[in-house]
């Protein structure tokens, strides 16, 4: 089948923002093979690319967006192999994240259930090392099937050369627009363990009288607690955390707990700490506020929202002014979670 070229098409519908672009052109990858019918098509092959999942940690800040944008929509999940120590499932990057984790438990493997609820697709999983209650993507991963945008060439990425780390990894820096994940594989350890140390979680599964969590229950503990946190992005547009939570060494944490004692602060087994970029955008008193049509969500302050047709450069305005009070009180600056375009 050759290359579907569509022209002028609409975003709006693309991107858990709800922000109004369009893309000049698109093309659908249901195939690594489509993906070298991009890569050798003479006008294509050389266009500026941006890779494009479920939009669910995207801004578009431009109405028109001139790079070619690739939309993954490669399918299939199947289990490869299942033996007494684990199961390794292949995954086709188009799929949805939380379809997998679903699919996965109604086949009886535990593993993802703390990942549960987090939108997008399967292909994107590895490029921020998605990660919520516990645990994150790079815990479960065995390896990434890439096609290379330039030679067309396939290869298979075990997930120890995908430098994850917090939010981050090699798909977002050194192959960043280069190679695009058209599937990923899973390997979900036996005997199963639960990842229930979240404070969260073992609130609710206290909560529900729950001493011997399974996969369901923690599934279940995860799909409330994110439900009665988190816009859901029908009703207000949105793209999770806005902010990545700042990591700083111990001079840095202790400076600013002088001065702020209050301050939420997690350790980190390489001796730095992790703060609560929460807690630090609430201190400036921007929870719940506005500004112009964009918002922050009055639950939870690092959920930048859409509080209808706001543009890319609305909720850029708003995490800017954002990033200023934090610099100004705290003297760090706030990096973006979400791929600007
Ligand atoms: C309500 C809500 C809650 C969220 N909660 C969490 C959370 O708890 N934890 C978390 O980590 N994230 C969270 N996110 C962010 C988001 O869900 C994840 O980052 C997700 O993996 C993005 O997937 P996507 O398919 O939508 O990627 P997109 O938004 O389409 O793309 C994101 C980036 O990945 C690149 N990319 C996409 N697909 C591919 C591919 N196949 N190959 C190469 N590059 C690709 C894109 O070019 C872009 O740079 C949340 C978002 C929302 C809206």
New binding site residues.
């Given amino acids: 089948m050759s290359l579907d070229i569509e022209s002028d098409v609409p975003l709006r519908a693309l991107n858990?923002f709800g922000i109004e672009a369009r893309a000049r052109r698109l093309v659908r990858i249901r195939s690594a093979r489509d993906v070298r019918q991009v890569v050798d098509h003479p006008e294509l092959g050389r266009a500026p690319k941006?890779?494009?999942?479920?939009?669910?940690?995207?801004l578009f800040t431009k109405d028109v967006c001139d790079a070619l944008v690739v939309k993954?929509e490669v399918r299939g999940i199947r289990v490869v192999e299942d033996d007494a120590r684990a199961t390794l499932i292949e995954v086709g990057?188009g799929e949805s994240?939380h379809d997998v984790v679903t699919w996965t438990l109604a086949q009886g493997f535990g593993g993802l259930e703390n990942l549960a609820l987090?939108?997008?697709?399967a292909?994107?999983?590895p490029?921020?090392n998605?990660?919520?209650y516990g645990l994150e993507l790079s815990d479960r991963l065995e390896s990434v099937d890439v096609v290379d945008f330039v030679t067309g060439r396939s290869a298979t990425l075990p997930a120890a050369h995908c430098r994850f780390g917090y939010?981050d990894s090699i798909?977002k820096r050194e192959l960043?627009g280069k190679?695009?994940?058209t599937g990923i594989r899973l390997r979900l350890p036996k005997p199963w363990v639960p990842v229930a140390g979240y404070a969260d979680v073992e609130r609710w599964l206290q909560r529900e009288g729950i001493g011997q969590p399974s996969p369901q229950t923690i599934f279940d503990a995860v799909c409330a607690i994110r439900r009665s946190k988190?816009p859901d992005?029908a009703q207000w547009g949105?793209?999770?955390?806005f902010f990545k939570n700042p990591v700083v060494n111990r001079t840095i944490r202790n400076e600013i707990l002088e001065e702020h004692p209050d301050i939420v602060s997690y350790p980190l087994e390489d001796g730095t700490y992790k703060l609560a970029a929460a807690w630090m955008i609430a201190a400036c008193g921007w929870k719940g506020q506005d500004l112009g049509k964009a918002g922050v969500h009055a639950q939870q302050a690092l959920v930048l929202v859409n509080r209808g047709g706001a543009s890319g450069a609305d909720i850029l305005a708003l995490a800017h002014a954002i990033q200023d009070s934090v610099r100004r009180k705290f003297g760090l600056t706030l990096e973006p979670e979400p791929?600007i375009v």
């Fill in positions: 858990t941006f890779i494009l999942g479920g939009g669910s940690n995207v993954m990057g994240w987090i939108p997008g697709t292909g994107a999983a490029v921020q998605i990660g919520a939010r798909f960043a190679s695009v994940i988190l992005p949105n793209a999770g955390s791929v």
